[in-house]
């Protein structure tokens, strides 16, 4: 597999991986073909996931600028057409806690209605365009898979109610098991009102459409291969022809090559993440688990699985996965999903998995993610590590990059959110400290 911190780019006209989505989406919407000639462009947008697509889009419609996104593979080829489809109510990974503590109760309430805003403007993209993208009904359970830590998801939604007067609903075992399933690892849940399941690729091709109909250009099969500096132009060289751009943005996220530009480098860490998608559940796998939910579900693991119910009775479980792309592929890491899944609910005991495949989160030092216009080079702009929880954030982030192209802030600007990415401390041995992370979080996690 493509691994960011190995290879220069992402490949040039790669196919989607094996996933359930990919297979289920539907013809891939039209697009605008590889780069075959040199050209000139105003904004050049690097990566056809859900930022750049969302950027491209908000610069077109709202801002009246043209966009030009130029993806190494396919539309939704990177996080965007392989993520669980989980649009919660998050961006980044740093808890509101730590962040009164580290930024103060102003930055947390403001990236509060940030991460809000970016849930609503998701729905409302699909509500107001009728994306198909099998948007599932709200609800986002959040299990305690060990009994003592209904005290830590009491004491959140204490927080959450005392800090942002936000309502959320705690479930004892037994109401989790007669309203949504009967489990052998969930003691109780905290259910988010707000959060839905949807198809992550048949929604990035919703943006797609949107985007192009809007007079964005998206070429595919166009890597980002080299980028120089000419004059007030940038030169970005894909295998058809140089594309010459007053302005920059990268929508690289996850698949950041540490080459693709100098402002980037050591900035963000890759993290696999591992999905599997069952066969479709027997009627008697139904009953017997009491499965009548389609809220999606995330444990309270440090290391946690996230899993849901698909609309065809299929279960989708994710979780983390290799160090490397080079040991992407151990069976190990779907069999330790498969158990996962079959440790939650035991009368699955002979559950098999129709799908299997991963892709890179993006994960900043900070835990937070990051919308930033360089400070070396005005002309360049980029978004990214929302930490496994961009499907919601990512759309958000690309309607601010693009008011940041048209040198608006509109009173919004985050400081916290629009600083650069800091640096990784120790960058290159950044995987010998996840590896060992990894060790210590599963240990803490397990413990009855
Ligand atoms: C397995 C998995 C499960 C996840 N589940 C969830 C979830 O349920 N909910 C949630 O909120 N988030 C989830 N996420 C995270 C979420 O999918 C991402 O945060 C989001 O999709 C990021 O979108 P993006 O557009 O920024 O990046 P991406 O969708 O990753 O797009 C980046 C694109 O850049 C392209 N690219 C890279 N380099 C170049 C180059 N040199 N030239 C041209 N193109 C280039 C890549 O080909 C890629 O298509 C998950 C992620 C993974 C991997």
């Known amino acids: 597999m493509y691994d960011p911190l190995v290879a220069t780019d992402p490949g040039t006209g790669m196919p989607y991986p094996g996933s359930y989505w990919a297979d289920t989406a ?9 780069v075959t000639a040199d050209k000139e462009v105003e904004v050049a947008i690097i990566g056809g996931g859900y930022t750049g697509l969302s950027a491209a889009y908000h610069l077109v419609h709202e801002q009246g600028i043209e966009a030009t996104v130029l993806e190494a593979n396919a539309t939704g080829w990177g996080c965007s057409g392989r993520n669980g489809g989980f649009a919660l109510k998050a ?78 609903d705690i479930l004892s075992g037994d109401e989790l098991k007669q309203q949504h399933f009967d489990s052998d690892e969930a003691h109780g849940a905290m259910r988010f009102r707000h959060g839905f399941g949807v198809h992550p690729l048949k929604l990035a091709y919703g943006y797609h459409r949107l985007a192009r109909a809007a007079g964005a250009t998206i070429h595919t099969s166009s890597p980002v291969l080299q980028w120089y500096r000419e004059g007030d132009r940038h030169l970005l060289v894909t295998p058809g022809g140089v594309v010459k751009a007053k302005k920059v943005i990268c929508a690289t996220n996850g698949y950041t090559s540490q080459t693709l530009h100098p402002q980037l480098k050591n900035r963000s860490f890759p993290v696999l993440s591992n999905v599997i998608v069952t066969r479709p559940l ?15 579900i995330t444990d309270t693991r440090t290391l946690r699985f996230y899993y849901r119910k698909l609309p065809d009775n299929r279960i989708l479980i994710g979780g983390r996965s290799a160090i490397t792309g080079a040991d992407a592929c151990n069976p190990k890491h779907n069999d330790n999903l498969l158990r996962a899944l079959t440790s939650k609910f035991s009368a699955l005991g002979d559950l098999s998995f129709d799908y299997q495949w991963g892709g890179w989160v993006c994960v900043t030092f900070d835990d937070i993610p990051h919308i930033h216009q360089t400070e070396d080079d005005s002309s360049v702009f980029y978004a990214m590590g929302y930490g496994g929880s961009g499907v919601s954030f990512a759309v958000q982030a690309g309607m601010r990059l693009a008011e940041k192209v048209a040198g608006i802030s509109k009173g919004h600007d985050l400081p916290v959110l629009s600083k650069p990415m800091p640096k990784f401390p120790f960058a290159p041995f950044r995987r010998m400290g996840q590896r060992a992370l990894y060790h210590y979080y599963f240990a803490r996690d397990e413990k009855r």
């Not at 998801?153 to 800090?163: G, Q, V, W």
């Open 282 to 296: 027997t009627d008697t796998e139904l009953a017997a688990t009491q499965f009548v939910s389609s809220d999606v």
């Open 91 to 168: 961006g980044g990974r740093l808890s509101y806690q730590k962040m009164i503590r580290r930024y103060g109760e102003t930055t947390a309430r403001g990236m509060f209605n940030e991460i809000y805003d970016g849930l609503a403007r998701v729905r409302g993209l699909i509500q107001d365009h009728n994306i198909d993208c099998d948007q599932q009904a709200d609800g986002h359970l959040w299990v305690a898979h060990r009994p003592r830590m209904m005290k830590v998801i009491e004491s959140e939604a204490r927080f959450l109610k005392d800090t942002f007067n936000y309502d959320v």
């Open 26 to 34: 539907g013809p891939a919407p039209q697009d605008d073909g590889p």
